[in-house]
C-alpha cells in the first residue's frame, strides 16, 4: 500500500506569509506606485457569497424574529451603512422594498 503522505512530502507547501509576500509582489507589478506604499499588515480570511452574488438581507422567512444581513462578498464595509439601515427599517416596522436580497430567495 502506498503511503499517502509520500506525494505532498515532494512538495514543500509555502508558508502564510510566503504567500502574502508573493502577493505583494505581484501586486506592486501591476500597480508600480504601491512600491512607495508601507506594508503595515495583511488579512486572511472568509469571504462569503450567495450563489447569485447579492447580499442576503431581510427576514428568515423559517424563523420569525431573525433577520439576515451577511453574504456581501467582501464589500460589507462599503455597504454597512446601507445595510444597517434597511435592518434598521425592518426592526422598526418598516416595510422595504428588497425582492432582490430576500432570504427567501433560497427557501
Known amino acids: ?3 499517502p503522505s509520500a506525494s505532498s512530502a515532494a512538495k514543500p507547501k509555502r508558508s502564510r506569509l510566503q504567500t502574502r509576500i508573493g502577493r505583494v509582489v505581484a501586486s506592486r ?6 512600491a512607495a506604499v508601507r506594508l503595515m499588515r495583511t488579512y486572511c480570511g472568509f469571504r462569503p457569497y450567495c450563489p447569485d452574488h447579492l447580499p442576503v438581507i431581510g427576514p428568515d422567512p423559517r424563523v420569525p424574529g431573525v433577520f439576515h444581513a451577511c453574504g456581501h462578498e ?3 464595509i462599503g455597504l454597512a451603512p ?3 439601515a434597511l435592518i434598521s427599517e425592518l426592526l422598526t416596522g418598516g ?4 425582492p432582490a436580497f430576500a432570504p427567501a430567495r433560497f427557501a
Do not use: S
Request: charged share 25%; hydrophobic share 35%; glycine share 22%.
Open 74 to 76: 467582501g464589500a460589507g
Open 1 to 3: 500500500m502506498e503511503d
Open 82 to 84: 446601507g445595510t444597517g
Open 95 to 98: 416595510r422595504p422594498d428588497l
Open 29 to 34: 507589478r501591476i500597480f508600480p506606485f504601491l
